[in-house]
C-alpha cells in the first residue's frame, strides 16, 4: 500500500529501508497489529535486486535476487504494509525515549514509538583515477543490471569476496572473456564457490594484482593499469568493462549523531536488535555482526519486530 505523507502521521513503527531486514520486520509487525510503516528510497528488496544467484537460502536451492525481492515484496503488499518512498535524512529521540521522530527530505516528519534502520550498506570505490569519470561509460558497481551492455565484451571483476566470485560466475553469462583480479592469495568466499571460479574456462585469474588506474577513450573504458602487488611492477590489461564488487560501508549518516555506531559506521545492537537508545533499532547488513546475508538479515528484522511488539506494550 502506497501512501501520501500527512503531518499527523504517528505510527507504533517506523521501518527504515525495504531489504530483507525490514520487510520481514513488516512482516511481524503487520501481522501483530501494529501501525508500521516502511519508508524506502530506492526500489524494494535493496541488494537483493543487485545479486544475480542466491545458493544459500533455505528454501530455495537456486533463485536470483531480483525473484526473491519480488516474492517478499508480493508478501508485504498482501498484508497491506504501507510503503513510503522518501529519503531519510535524520532521526531525533525524545527526552523520555518513548517518541522517535524520523526527517524526511524537504522538511517532512513522521513520529513513532519504535524505528527500526534496516538500511544496509553500499558498494565501495576502489579510489583510483578514471573510476569516477568513466562511471556509467564501462565501470559499474551492479552486474545484474548492467552486465548485459557488456555481451561478447570483455569483462574485468575486481574483489576477492563472495559478491566478486557470485557475480563473476554471473557475468561468464554474457562474455568468454573475463578477468578477475584480487589482491592476494587467499579468498573471502567458501571453498566451493573459489573452485568454480579458479576452474571456469571463461575466467583469467589475476591473483596478487590491484587496479591502479581505469583507462578510457573518449567516452568508455577500454583498459587497466594494474600493478603486482609482490613485485609492483605496473601493466596494462584491455577491458571494455570494470565491475569493482571490493566490500560496503554501512548507510548509517543520518543515525550518527546519536552515538549508536562504531567508528566504521556499523549500528552496534543488542541480541534483541536494539541499539543503547530504547526504542531506537538496526537490523540486517547495517549493524556490527558477523554474517552478512540475507538470511541473518530476515532473523534480525524478526527479531527486532517481535522485541518492539512487547516494548510498545510497555511504553503505552
Ligand atoms: P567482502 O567479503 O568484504 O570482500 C571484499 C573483497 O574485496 C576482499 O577480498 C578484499 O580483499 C577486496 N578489497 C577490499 N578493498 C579493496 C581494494 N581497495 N582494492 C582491491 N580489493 C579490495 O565483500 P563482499 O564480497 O562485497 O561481501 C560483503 C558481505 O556480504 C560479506 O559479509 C559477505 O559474506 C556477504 N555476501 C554473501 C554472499 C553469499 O553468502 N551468497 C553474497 C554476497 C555477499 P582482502 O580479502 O584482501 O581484504
Redesign the pocket.
Known amino acids: 500500500m502506497k501512501s501520501n505523507i500527512k503531518a499527523t502521521d504517528n505510527y507504533d513503527l517506523i521501518i527504515i529501508g525495504a531489504g530483507p531486514a525490514g520487510m520481514t520486520a513488516a512482516i511481524y509487525a503487520q501481522r501483530a497489529n501494529l501501525k508500521t510503516v516502511i519508508i524506502e528510497k530506492a526500489l524494494p528488496g535493496g541488494k537483493m535486486t543487485r ?1 544475480s544467484e ?3 537460502y533455505p528454501g530455495f536451492d537456486f533463485i536470483d535476487g531480483q525473484t526473491l525481492a519480488s516474492k517478499m515484496h508480493e508478501q508485504i503488499e498482501k498484508l497491506n504494509v504501507e510503503v513510503i518512498y522518501d529519503e531519510v535524512v535524520s532521526i531525533d529521540d525524545d527526552i523520555n525515549h518513548t517518541s522517535k521522530t524520523v526527517n524526511l527530505l524537504g522538511n517532512k516528519k513522521l513520529t513513532a514509538k519504535a524505528v527500526i534502520v534496516a538500511t544496509g ?1 553500499v ?2 570505490k ?2 583510483v583515477p578514471g573510476e569516477d569519470e568513466y562511471y556509467g561509460k564501462g565501470v559499474s558497481y551492479c552486474g545484474v543490471c548492467d552486465g548485459f551492455l557488456f555481451k561478447d565484451k570483455t569483462i574485468t571483476v ?9 557475480e563473476s560466475l554471473y557475468l561468464t553469462r554474457m562474455t568468454n572473456n573475463l578477468n578477475l ?4 592469495e ?4 567458501d571453498d566451493k564457490t573459489v573452485a568454480r571460479v579458479k576452474n571456469h574456462p571463461n575466467i583469467n585469474m589475476h591473483v596478487n594484482y ?2 591502479v588506474e581505469v583507462l578510457g577513450d573518449l567516452d568508455k573504458v577500454v583498459g587497466l593499469k594494474i600493478e603486482n602487488t609482490e613485485t609492483k611492477e605496473v601493466s596494462e590489461i584491455k577491458t571494455d568493462a570494470l565491475f ?5 560501508d554501512p548507510i548509517s549518516e543520518f543515525v550518527r549523531h546519536l552515538g549508536v555506531c562504531d567508528e566504521e559506521g556499523y549500528i552496534l545492537v543488542d541480541d534483541t536488535c536494539q541499539t543503547k537508545i530504547p526504542g531506537l533499532f538496526a537490523a540486517g ?1 547495517v549493524i556490527k555482526k558477523n ?3 540475507i538470511v541473518t538479515a530476515t532473523n534480525d528484522g524478526a527479531i527486532a519486530a517481535q522485541y518492539i511488539i512487547n516494548y510498545i506494550d510497555n511504553v503505552n
Open positions: 545479486t542466491v545458493e544459500n550498506t558498494e565501495k576502489i579510489g575486481v574483489g576477492g569476496g563472495y559478491a566478486a566470485c557470485e583480479i584480487h589482491r592476494r587467499g579468498f573471502r568466499a590491484r587496479v569493482p564488487y571490493i566490500g560496503s547488513d554474517l552478512r546475508q
